[in-house]
């Protein structure tokens, strides 16, 4: 029988390419901000009526400055909705896919984070996160939840999409040198997750329970910038007259009212023993979303 597959935050980066991939296996219902109710008798009843048998989470509040000042949303979004759609999951025997971050981590750590690591969120999207991941793992027995890190992706708002606008005005740029992470597209998270449900359909003893997800290799923000601003250059992108001059920045950025982590890399073996998934390294993707961007001529 064909599954159906619920699929929430459907505008989001990570919504939109699991839009256009998900239809491949099963049924979909796509449903963004508004689309759904969130109250746990409204969302238990929405989920009763349409019975789905695998339930994908990519709606988040992911504006993690504005998490500071904002928690009662943050709450919702990243919390109580994850809390509710694990028990209705749990309760009709449906998997529920969700995704989480390198921010539930403080950094400290000198070596990628694997999933057995303590976290320590360092800001409240990050605790927040951290326990929208903590009710999903304890009320539904079939769960996936896949951290990732720096998500970019050619819709949305995102770093390498920012650092171009800037690029185009500004002659300097001041970018963080000390943060490390692997920027990651969207579209390898959607297609990691279709590897999953694939799995997931024809196997009786699937993998479940908490992967890291990113591609491998690492970049500080302001080594990011430059291969931006130097891939743009190369692509013949209209940039700022005056060549866009990077400075590095270290320490808390005292404009940004969230800390983030200085480490932000993810050790990734555990997805590759248990679905067989080789991460390459994160400038394979990047430098194909850069000429894709310059091709389609999408305003940044
Ligand atoms: N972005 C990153 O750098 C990053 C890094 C690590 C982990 N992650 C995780 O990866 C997942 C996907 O992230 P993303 O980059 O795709 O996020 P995104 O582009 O910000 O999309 C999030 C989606 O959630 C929806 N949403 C927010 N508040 C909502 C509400 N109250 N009701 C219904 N929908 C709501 C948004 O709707 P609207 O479109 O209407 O605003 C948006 O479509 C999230 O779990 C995030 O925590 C992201």
Same mark, same amino acid.
């Given at each position: 029988?064909?599954?159906?597959?619920?699929?929430?935050?459907?505008?989001?980066?990570?919504? %939109? /390419?699991?839009?256009?991939?998900? @239809?491949?296996?099963?049924?979909?219902?796509?449903?963004? &901000?508004?689309?759904?109710?969130?109250?746990?008798?409204?969302?238990? /009843?929405?989920?009763?009526?349409?019975?789905?048998?695998?339930?994908?989470?990519?709606?988040?509040?992911?504006?993690?400055?504005?998490?500071?000042?904002?928690?009662?949303? !943050?709450?919702?979004?990243?919390?109580?909705?994850?809390?509710?759609?694990?028990?209705?999951?749990?309760?009709? *025997?449906?998997?529920?896919?969700?995704?989480?971050?390198?921010?539930?981590? $403080?950094?400290?750590?000198?070596?990628? +984070?694997? =999933?057995?690591?303590?976290?320590?969120?360092?800001?409240? +999207?990050?605790?927040?996160?951290? /326990?929208? =991941?903590?009710?999903?793992? =304890?009320?539904?027995?079939?769960?996936?939840?896949?951290?990732?890190? %720096?998500?970019?992706?050619?819709?949305?708002?995102?770093?390498?999409?920012?650092?171009?606008?800037?690029?185009?005005?500004?002659?300097?740029?001041?970018?963080?040198?000390?943060?490390?992470? !692997?920027?990651?597209?969207?579209?390898?998270?959607? !297609?990691?997750?279709?590897?999953?449900?694939?799995?997931?359909?024809?196997?009786? $003893? !699937?993998?479940?329970?908490? +992967?890291?997800?990113?591609?491998?290799?690492?970049?500080? %923000?302001? $080594?990011?910038?430059?291969?931006?601003?130097?891939?743009?250059?190369?692509?013949?992108? @209209?940039?700022?007259?005056?060549?866009?001059?990077?400075?590095?920045?270290?320490?808390?950025?005292?404009?940004?009212?969230?800390?983030?982590?200085?480490?932000?890399?993810? *050790?990734?073996?555990?997805?590759?023993? *248990?679905?067989?998934?080789?991460?390459?390294?994160?400038?394979?993707?990047?430098? &194909?979303?850069?000429?894709?961007?310059?091709?389609?001529?999408? @305003?940044?």
């Amino acid at each position: 029988m064909t599954p159906t597959i619920l699929l929430l935050g459907r505008n989001g980066q990570v919504g %939109w /390419e699991l839009g256009s991939i998900l @239809p491949t296996v099963g049924l979909l219902k796509a449903c963004g &901000r508004g689309e759904f109710p969130i109250g746990p008798d409204s969302l238990s /009843e929405f989920l009763d009526n349409l019975k789905p048998s695998v339930i994908i989470n990519s709606a988040a509040f992911t504006a993690v400055d504005l998490c500071e000042s904002q928690p009662i949303e !943050a709450t919702l979004v990243n919390v109580t909705l994850p809390g509710i759609l694990a028990s209705w999951a749990a309760r009709n *025997d449906c998997l529920l896919i969700h995704y989480s971050t390198d921010y539930v981590f $403080d950094g400290a750590k000198d070596a990628p +984070y694997l =999933e057995t690591d303590t976290p320590n969120p360092l800001n409240f +999207y990050g605790r927040s996160k951290l /326990e929208g =991941e903590r009710l999903i793992s =304890e009320l539904a027995p079939k769960h996936l939840i896949f951290r990732t890190s %720096w998500v970019y992706s050619l819709l949305g708002k995102n770093f390498p999409k920012t650092i171009l606008k800037m690029a185009q005005s500004q002659d300097r740029l001041t970018v963080n040198d000390e943060q490390i992470g !692997a920027p990651t597209p969207a579209a390898f998270i959607a !297609a990691v997750t279709l590897v999953a449900i694939k799995i997931y359909l024809t196997s009786s $003893d !699937a993998p479940t329970g908490l +992967y890291h997800l990113t591609p491998t290799g690492s970049v500080t %923000w302001h $080594d990011f910038a430059r291969q931006i601003i130097s891939q743009a250059r190369l692509l013949g992108w @209209p940039l700022s007259p005056e060549l866009p001059i990077l400075f590095p920045s270290y320490g808390p950025d005292p404009t940004r009212p969230a800390v983030r982590p200085i480490n932000s890399r993810l *050790d990734t073996s555990k997805l590759t023993a *248990d679905f067989g998934v080789y991460p390459p390294d994160w400038s394979y993707f990047f430098e &194909r979303f850069m000429l894709t961007l310059k091709t389609l001529s999408l @305003p940044s």
